[in-house]
Each structure stands twice: as structure tokens, then as C-alpha cells.
């Protein structure tokens, strides 16, 4: 589970600081698909990078399996990171002049995993997103839609229980874009990893469970079907 408690997040100082989030509470339970929805400059990224512990909040806790992630020092955080969390960044942010093999090992070799498991690992990772025909090739040689795979490698290659990925279709063709979709997905459901997704595409965000809107910093709405579904049941029972 996730908990993020009145999270408050200001970039600069003085005359010119500003709140990017600003009070902003909910919780994520363990397995579920989310989308945060919110226009451009709303605060989508700096919330996935505060809940991720990659930057840190000026305000409120942040929970992730009853383990407040703000009260970690540095390196913990990172070890925290390197076994929890697989991220997907806005851009295809891959080491071009490195091999695809290369990429999908790093976060491997940040969590300390011994190199004789690495490379099976980097195989299953690159096969699940049918990449591994591209094993040895230079990341700089492949398309868009094919770097935003390799990405997908890395970001899943440790196992992680949590996936974040910021506008991970942006840049994508639709038909590319629904492909990396679904390999986001079908990790959610055949791991039962928590799926966390920043999008403004409203069909996409509509394919999760919760959906949390944001504006100017600030939770607007959330939409969460498994609450629904819950209460359902239990009415009937
Ligand atoms: P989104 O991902 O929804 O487009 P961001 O979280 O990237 O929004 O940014 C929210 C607001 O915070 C924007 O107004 C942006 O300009 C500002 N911002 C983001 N990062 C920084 C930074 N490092 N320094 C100053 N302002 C920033
Ligand atoms: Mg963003």
C-alpha cells in the first residue's frame, strides 16, 4: 500500500517560490492500476518523482508498505528504489551508446543482484517485451516505440512490486503507444504489481482502477472503482 499525506512540494525560494503540490493526500492499495490525470504543469511528474523517492516533499509523509520513505537516508532510499520501484520516464530515457543488454542490467547492478543471475534475468526482461533479438545491439540503433520497450525491460527486470511511468505513450504513434499499454498491464496483472500511470489520455486512464485528478497541485477528484466494486459486495452480502 501507498499513503501519501498531505504532501506539499515548492520549487524555489522567496520571491520565487512555488507550490507544484499542495496538500495532496490519498492512498494506493497493493495491485491496483492508476492513472493521474491533470494538464501539462499541473504537478503529475514531481508527484511521481516525490512518491518514488526521487525527490522529496517540503511537507506530509509518504508510505509505501508501512515504511515512510522520507525518514530514509539516501542510501536506503536508494536501495529502497533499486528493489521496489521500476520507473518509466517521459522521454525514452535509455543510455544510447550502451548495448540493450547493458541498459536492463543496470538497475540489476544497483540492487546488488550477483552477475551470475543478471543475465537470465536481462533475458526474461528483454523476452517479455520482445526485444531480445536486440540483445547486443547499441540502444541509439532502435526506433521510439522500441526504446519505450527497452525501457519497460529495465523498469521490470528487478521485479519491482511498483511501476511508475510518466506519460509512458506520449511520444508514441497510437499503435505503438497501445503495445506498451499493454505490456504495462499485463505486468500489473500477471505480477499483481501496483501500476501507477501519468497521462492526459483520458481512454487510457480510463482502462485503470483509480483514477486521481490533479489541478494546480491539488487533488481535484478521485475516481476509484475498487472502492465501488468493495461496497458493492459488501451491500449485497
Ligand atoms: P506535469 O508533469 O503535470 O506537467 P510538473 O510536475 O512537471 O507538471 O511541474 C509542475 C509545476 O512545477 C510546473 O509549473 C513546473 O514548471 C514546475 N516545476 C517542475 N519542476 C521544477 C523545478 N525543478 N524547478 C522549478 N519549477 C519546477
Ligand atoms: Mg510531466
Redesign the pocket.
Known amino acids: 500500500m501507498i499513503e501519501v499525506k498531505k504532501v506539499t512540494?515548492v520549487?524555489?525560494r522567496k520571491q520565487?517560490a512555488?507550490k507544484?503540490?499542495n496538500n495532496v493526500t490519498f492512498t494506493i492499495p497493493d495491485g491496483a492500476s492508476v492513472a493521474?490525470v491533470?494538464?501539462?504543469?499541473?504537478?503529475?511528474?514531481?508527484?511521481?518523482?516525490v512518491m518514488s523517492g526521487l525527490d522529496r516533499p517540503n511537507q506530509g509523509s509518504i508510505t509505501v508498505d508501512g515504511v515512510n520513505i522520507l525518514g530514509l537516508k539516501e542510501k536506503e532510499i536508494d536501495s529502497f528504489r533499486s528493489k521496489k520501484i521500476g520507473f518509466i520516464f517521459?522521454s525514452f530515457f535509455v543510455q544510447a551508446n550502451e548495448s540493450v543488454s547493458d541498459n536492463v542490467s543496470l538497475p540489476l547492478e544497483i540492487a546488488h543482484v550477483p552477475l551470475s543471475r543478471r543475465k537470465e534475468k536481462i533475458k526474461q526482461a528483454l523476452e517479455s517485451v520482445e526485444l531480445l533479438d536486440k540483445l547486443d545491439s547499441k540502444a541509439r540503433s532502435l526506433s521510439g516505440g522500441q526504446k519505450q520497450r527497452l525501457a519497460i525491460a529495465r523498469a521490470i527486470v528487478n521485479n519491482p512490486s511498483i511501476i511508475f511511468a510518466?506519460?509512458p505513450t506520449g511520444n508514441l504513434d497510437s499503435i505503438t503507444g497501445a503495445k506498451i499499454e499493454d505490456l504495462l498491464f499485463d505486468y500489473n496483472k500477471n505480477k499483481g504489481a501496483t501500476l501507477i500511470i501519468?497521462t492526459h489520455d483520458e481512454e487510457l486512464a480510463a482502462k485503470t482502477d483509480i483514477q486521481i485528478f490533479?489541478k494546480d497541485?491539488k487533488v481535484e477528484a478521485i475516481k476509484d472503482r475498487l472502492t465501488i466494486k468493495k461496497t458493492k459486495r459488501k451491500a449485497k452480502s
Open positions: 512540494k520549487y524555489g520565487h512555488f507544484a503540490l493521474i491533470g494538464k501539462s504543469g499541473s504537478g503529475k511528474s514531481t508527484l511521481m518523482h517521459q510518466d506519460e501519468v490533479i497541485g
